[in-house]
């Protein structure tokens, strides 16, 4: 129905409004109520006693389609709407027949289709006047009805995911109380009575101060994603997990509520790595180092390494693979002496020792001048900030031997700085290259090939370079 003006606004006042609620539509000015009513935010339908449209307001039209000359009646109205017989009989059900409204107001969500066909859920609600007239309204929750369908469908999708995973997946509250938990969780627990337990019972006595804290730091920090390994008391036996934690549910104001955990038994894993230390053992026993440094010779790094890239691959490790040359090297023993460049290497040796390695780091005097570190689990950052603390401790040493040596103090044209290739390389990497390639044996020597090119390519900045005693290092960025 076409909106008109208002000839008399003042006629809209509270009290008119009011009384028009309290006795009917009819005792209203009717161009006055349409322009009311075409105003609001909902779809809305004014019916008599008897079931006619006095009026429908644009917002109707603009949901379903439908013009007020096209629906004179509620019975029209039902047909239109509910084609499907079938159908149309259980709402007639629902609102206790056509010309039966119930007194007050009721609510009703149902599907319609509107006039090109289309099918939208809506929501009425019906209030039956003194006069017998009813005031409906109708709001379109299509939108709102499709998003709840995908939330269910995504949260059904997780629940069999969680429920199907190999790996112990469960939610902890920011307290560290047990939510959820798949089977798997019970299987690794021996329980199925979580919901009153907390994490940290399964702790071991000497670690849970350490991750306590550690977890702490990442709720208060908001990290998105951590990795801890450590072993829990499960069963009554010592176990060593893996464990990833991630923010799960945050409140409005962005803080976590609760974490997402995702664990793995790497009691093998750790076999593992007991065995190689054990190997270590036994091949520095079978002189596996350099009599002048102290670090691993090149014979125990050829016959070590592949072992290093099958765990990492198997494991899904990333390794930083870092050629070290001392520059100008060969002038200093050919102007000092041999005992002299000796010096230089246990030096340099006790440096590269004392620059922050771990334990299960591989620190290895290739030959002569050359040295080949080998770091688990970095990325560019944590290798980069590696290397530069390298050539910082080194440049530092040179100082102080300076000071304790008149023979280096007169050694001032040598620049004993360093050249640096830096090979990064992950699982990816190494499966990618066994899948084109097939030669698991000549892996090793690819990635030494690369890192030893990516220390040439610092070399080459050293002697462009106008300080001669500044240290050059280069990330190899190319493919295996």
Same mark, same amino acid.
């Given at each position: 129905?076409?909106?008109?003006?208002?000839?008399?606004?003042?006629?809209?006042?509270?009290?008119?409004?009011?009384? @028009?609620?309290?006795?009917?539509?009819?005792?209203?000015?009717?161009?006055?109520?349409?322009?009311?009513?075409? +105003?609001?935010?909902?779809?809305?339908?004014?019916?008599?006693?008897?079931?006619?449209?006095?009026?429908?307001?644009?917002?109707?039209?603009?949901?379903?389609?439908?013009?007020?000359?096209?629906?004179?009646?509620?019975?029209?109205?039902?047909?239109?709407?509910?084609?499907?017989?079938?159908?149309?009989?259980?709402?007639?059900?629902?609102?206790?027949?056509?010309?039966?409204?119930?007194?007050?107001?009721?609510?009703?969500?149902? @599907?319609?289709?509107?006039?090109?066909?289309?099918?939208?859920?809506?929501?009425?609600?019906?209030?039956?006047?003194?006069?017998?007239?009813?005031?409906?309204?109708?709001?379109?929750?299509?939108?709102?009805?499709?998003?709840?369908?995908?939330?269910?469908?995504?949260?059904?999708?997780?629940?069999?995911?969680?429920?199907?995973? &190999?790996?112990?997946?469960?939610?902890?509250?920011?307290?560290?109380?047990?939510?959820?938990?798949?089977?798997?969780?019970?299987?690794? @627990?021996?329980?199925?009575?979580?919901?009153?337990?907390?994490?940290?019972?399964?702790?071991?006595?000497?670690?849970?101060?350490?991750?306590?804290?550690?977890?702490?730091?990442?709720?208060?920090?908001?990290?998105?994603?951590?990795?801890?390994?450590?072993?829990?008391?499960?069963?009554?036996?010592?176990?060593?997990?893996?464990?990833? @934690?991630?923010?799960?549910?945050?409140?409005?104001?962005?803080?976590?509520?609760?974490? *997402?955990?995702?664990?793995?038994?790497?009691?093998?894993?750790?076999?593992?790595?007991?065995?190689?230390?054990?190997?270590?053992?036994?091949?520095?026993?079978?002189? +596996?180092?350099?009599?002048?440094?102290?670090?691993?010779?090149?014979?125990?790094?050829?016959?070590?390494?592949?072992?290093?890239?099958?765990?990492?691959?198997?494991?899904?490790?990333?390794?930083?693979?870092?050629?070290?040359? *001392?520059?100008?090297?060969?002038?200093a023993n050919d102007t000092y002496g041999h005992a002299f460049g000796d010096e230089?290497?246990?030096?340099?040796? &006790?440096?590269?020792?004392?620059?922050?390695?771990?334990?299960?780091?591989?620190?290895?005097?290739?030959?002569?001048?050359?040295?080949? *570190?080998?770091?688990?689990?970095?990325?560019?950052?944590?290798?980069?900030?590696?290397?530069?603390?390298?050539?910082?401790?080194?440049?530092?040493?040179?100082?102080?031997?300076?000071?304790?040596?008149?023979?280096?103090?007169?050694?001032?044209? *040598?620049?004993?700085?360093?050249?640096?290739?830096?090979?990064?390389?992950?699982?990816?990497?190494?499966?990618?290259?066994?899948?084109?390639?097939?030669? +698991?044996?000549?892996?090793?020597?690819?990635?030494?090939?690369?890192?030893?090119?990516?220390?040439?390519?610092?070399?080459?900045?050293?002697?462009?370079?106008?300080?001669?005693?500044?240290?050059?290092? &280069?990330?190899?960025?190319?493919?295996?």
């Amino acid at each position: 129905m076409e909106t008109k003006e208002l000839k008399n606004k003042s006629e809209i006042t509270a009290e008119n409004i009011k009384k @028009t609620l309290v006795n009917g539509f009819e005792s209203f000015n009717k161009d006055d109520l349409i322009n009311i009513l075409n +105003s609001l935010p909902v779809a809305v339908m004014l019916l008599d006693k008897k079931g006619k449209f006095i009026i429908i307001n644009s917002k109707f039209t603009e949901i379903t389609g439908y013009h007020y000359s096209e629906i004179p009646d509620i019975e029209a109205w039902f047909n239109k709407a509910y084609p499907d017989s079938e159908y149309r009989k259980k709402i007639f059900t629902k609102w206790k027949g056509v010309k039966n409204f119930l007194p007050g107001e009721t609510n009703r969500d149902i @599907t319609i289709t509107c006039r090109d066909g289309s099918v939208k859920d809506v929501i009425f609600s019906s209030a039956r006047l003194n006069d017998g007239s009813s005031f409906v309204t109708m709001v379109d929750i299509t939108q709102l009805k499709e998003a709840e369908a995908k939330l269910q469908k995504s949260e059904e999708q997780f629940k069999i995911m969680f429920e199907a995973a &190999h790996d112990p997946i469960y939610v902890l509250s920011k307290e560290g109380r047990f939510l959820q938990w798949n089977r798997a969780t019970e299987e690794m @627990t021996g329980r199925s009575d979580l919901a009153d337990e907390y994490f940290y019972n399964f702790l071991m006595p000497e670690y849970k101060k350490e991750l306590l804290e550690f977890y702490l730091h990442q709720y208060k920090n908001n990290i998105e994603l951590t990795y801890k390994e450590f072993p829990v008391m499960i069963q009554g036996k010592k176990v060593w997990i893996g464990q990833n @934690t991630v923010p799960y549910r945050k409140d409005k104001r962005g803080n976590t509520e609760s974490f *997402l955990v995702i664990s793995r038994n790497i009691n093998e894993q750790m076999k593992l790595q007991q065995e190689l230390e054990k190997k270590n053992r036994e091949l520095e026993e079978l002189s +596996s180092s350099d009599p002048l440094t102290g670090l691993y010779n090149r014979r125990y790094f050829n016959d070590f390494f592949p072992q290093i890239i099958k765990n990492a691959s198997r494991f899904n490790k990333s390794l930083a693979v870092i050629f070290i040359d *001392l520059n100008d090297f060969k002038k200093a023993n050919d102007t000092y002496g041999h005992a002299f460049g000796d010096e230089i290497l246990k030096s340099f040796a &006790h440096v590269l020792k004392n620059s922050g390695m771990r334990e299960t780091d591989i620190i290895c005097r290739y030959g002569g001048d050359e040295f080949v *570190l080998v770091l688990g689990g970095l990325d560019y950052i944590h290798s980069r900030g590696i290397v530069e603390r390298i050539i910082k401790d080194i440049a530092k040493s040179w100082d102080r031997k300076k000071e304790e040596s008149q023979v280096i103090k007169d050694a001032v044209e *040598l620049n004993l700085g360093l050249s640096i290739g830096v090979r990064l390389v992950n699982y990816r990497d190494i499966n990618q290259f066994l899948n084109n390639n097939g030669l +698991s044996e000549k892996i090793d020597d690819e990635i030494l090939k690369q890192a030893d090119a990516s220390m040439y390519v610092a070399k080459e900045k050293y002697k462009k370079s106008q300080n001669k005693k500044e240290s050059q290092f &280069h990330f190899f960025n190319g493919n295996l």
